[in-house]
């Protein structure tokens, strides 16, 4: 599991390293105005969808399915599939395009008018991902099965290198329609990237003899989880909504303070990749043994690496953020961003805990009411104090989905959630009291990484996540 998981981590981390690279360029290049937050809002809907496939969705209804099968009947299964997959992802794509005007009215009610032209203009084009990653998210399953996590790893990396290549050579100078046609070629890149290893176990799309069914079959599992995508993304949604309503340069703000967070969170999502393939092999108390292990390791990844972006946030502001976005409130917006990781880096693994077992409704019901609670704080708390506001409504709905997702499945009295969660939010609540309030500097971020390890070190030897 370990193994596979640091692979599978160094391979994503090229992949968001590129992601942050290519916001910071963007950022760089147009500064933190209505320029960005037009592109932005533009690349929400093909970034949702490229996310909840880099996410897991697929696979995590099909990899159970495909591993009941041997080897011929998986390719006549994956073959089956092919195309009506590739039907869905073109709908997508003239639901984008030929809406675009639309969404973007809906994504961002408070852009002007001259940014909501330039961000129809732009959806119209980036509409065209859609296909490149619902293609990657199918040739990922059979090696997924065969536990080859890092090829498959790689297409975050394939699919911002285009885009971070073209704002790094103009600059300034750079067009929203030309970073556009740029993030398009990386989709197409994709699936390019896996067409030879999954041409060798027997993918052919073109093949008339597909298992019939299959997308039946699928779909019967597929069905409440994308409810539960669904819901995610369209906090998601409601987030940049309310965002656009908060003054120019808030989506931005808000986006930077996102791609931060999610460098930490690397390890985590492929440590829920890893163990969905573990657990969907194993039945019972192996099943169960394997969810201990990766809750531990997840409280071991997730709190050291809270505690550092709480204690540190002023600081990495200042360092990794061009000049052009100091003086705004991300450093306290990123802190706040950081307390939910706690939490929420549990969520995955329960829920897969479930999907493992063929339960995908659970998940979802538990979702749901966990996106109720933050939805509702969304539309009222940050009119109140402002963008922090955005992030207290995601901590509300982390911790009612967690509680929920244990409660249903009984696991409050086996996982030891209570001790550890409390042991992070006092150690998160020190750092924002002592570390976060010194001057921006070297010191900071020094004590920041010296504390973070410390508790890395405590953490694994007090949970000890590799003991079966």
């Known amino acids: 599991m370990f193994n596979s998981t640091l692979w599978l981590t160094l391979a994503t981390l090229a992949g968001l390293a590129a992601g942050f690279a290519r916001e910071w360029l963007l950022v760089a290049a147009w500064g933190a105005g209505s320029r960005s937050d037009a592109f932005l809002v533009a690349l929400f809907l093909p970034e949702a969808l490229r996310m909840t496939m880099a996410g897991g969705l697929l696979a995590a209804a099909?990899?159970?399915?495909?591993n009941l099968r041997n080897n011929l009947a998986q390719q006549r299964w994956l073959n089956g599939l092919s195309p009506w997959l590739l039907l869905c992802a073109l709908l997508l794509t003239?639901?984008?395009?030929?809406g675009a005007p639309l969404w973007v009215q809906l994504i961002g009610p408070g852009l002007g008018e001259v940014a909501r032209s330039q961000a129809a203009d732009n959806l119209f084009l980036l509409a065209a991902c859609a296909p490149g990653f619902v293609l990657h998210a199918l040739l990922s399953i059979p090696l997924q099965a065969r536990e080859r996590f890092v090829l498959a790893g790689l297409g975050s990396l394939v699919f911002n290198l285009p885009a971070v290549i073209y704002l790094g050579l103009l600059g300034a100078d750079s067009q929203p329609q030309h970073v556009a046609l740029a993030c398009l070629f990386g989709s197409l890149l994709m699936p390019l990237s896996l067409l030879i290893p999954v041409w060798r176990l027997g993918w052919r799309p073109y093949s008339r003899n597909g298992e019939a069914g299959a997308g039946r079959e699928l779909l019967s599992k597929l069905g409440p989880l994308f409810g539960s995508n669904l819901a995610s993304q369209g906090l998601a949604l409601l987030e940049r909504m309310v965002a656009s309503m908060l003054g120019e340069g808030a989506v931005t703000w808000i986006n930077l303070a996102r791609k931060l967070i999610n460098l930490p969170l690397i390890a985590l999502m492929n440590l829920n990749q890893v163990l969905l393939g573990m657990m969907s092999a194993r039945q019972g108390a192996a099943r169960l043994g394997l969810l201990k292990q990766g809750l531990a390791a997840a409280t071991i990844l997730s709190v050291p690496a809270s505690l550092g972006l709480?204690?540190?946030?002023?600081?990495?502001?200042?360092?990794?953020?061009p000049g052009k976005v100091e003086g705004g409130p991300l450093p306290l917006l990123l802190a706040w961003f950081a307390?939910?990781?706690?939490?929420?880096?549990w969520n995955a693994l329960l829920a897969r805990y479930a999907y493992a077992a063929g339960d995908t409704r659970l998940p979802l019901r538990c979702e749901l009411w966990g996106s109720l609670c933050t939805a509702l704080l969304l539309i009222s708390v940050p009119f109140a104090i402002g963008v922090v506001g955005v992030a207290l409504a995601a901590l509300a709905g982390v911790l009612v989905t967690g509680l929920l997702l244990m409660q249903r499945q009984g696991l409050l009295a086996d996982v030891g959630w209570a001790r550890q969660w409390l042991l992070g939010l006092l150690l998160l609540g020190l750092m924002a009291a002592v570390l976060y309030p010194l001057e921006p500097g070297w010191l900071q971020l020094g004590l920041g990484t010296f504390v973070s390890s410390l508790v890395l070190v405590?953490?694994?030897?007090?949970?000890?996540?590799?003991?079966a």
């Open 62 to 66: 099909a990899l159970p399915l495909y």
């Open 94 to 98: 003239g639901l984008f395009a030929l």
């Open 310 to 321: 709480v204690g540190t946030s002023p600081t990495l502001v200042a360092l990794l953020l």
């Open 339 to 345: 307390v939910p990781l706690v939490f929420g880096a």
């Open 458 to 467: 405590a953490l694994a030897v007090w949970l000890k996540p590799w003991r």
